[in-house]
């Protein structure tokens, strides 16, 4: 998608801090940090939200996860714990309109989230 930002940053036309990237997601550090580690973990094909995925693109959250658990062993918070999060739509909290999952690690999380 051409206004999409996070797809302007899979195409290369926007700089980000890139992480962990392969044939189907591609990982950035967040711009606004919520923990010490705050990462973003998308798939390259634009997706708007998980309500939005069709069976298709099923395994693409297989991939995601699985960029998780690399990146968490790469940041050095997978013995220690860390947080997945995806917000879906407006009242779930996001506010870009490509799938993704935040990563958090680094400190304590605590509960509810808020």
């Not at 051409?2 to 801090?17: E, L």
């Given at each position: ?18 992480v ?22 998308i ?72």
């Open positions: 998608m051409d206004d999409c930002i996070f797809c302007k940053i899979v195409a290369g036309k926007i700089s980000a801090q890139i962990h990237q392969d044939k189907s997601v591609l990982a950035f550090r967040d711009l606004n940090p919520q923990a010490p580690v705050h990462i973003l973990i798939p390259r094909k634009h997706i708007d939200q998980i309500s939005s995925m069709e069976e298709a693109d099923l395994p693409l959250l297989g991939d995601i996860y699985g960029a998780v658990k690399t990146i968490a062993l790469q940041e050095g918070i997978s013995e220690t714990g860390f947080r997945v999060v995806a917000n879906n739509g407006p009242d779930g909290g996001q506010t870009v309109g490509h799938l993704h999952l935040h990563l958090l690690g680094g400190r304590l999380m605590h509960w509810p989230p808020g």
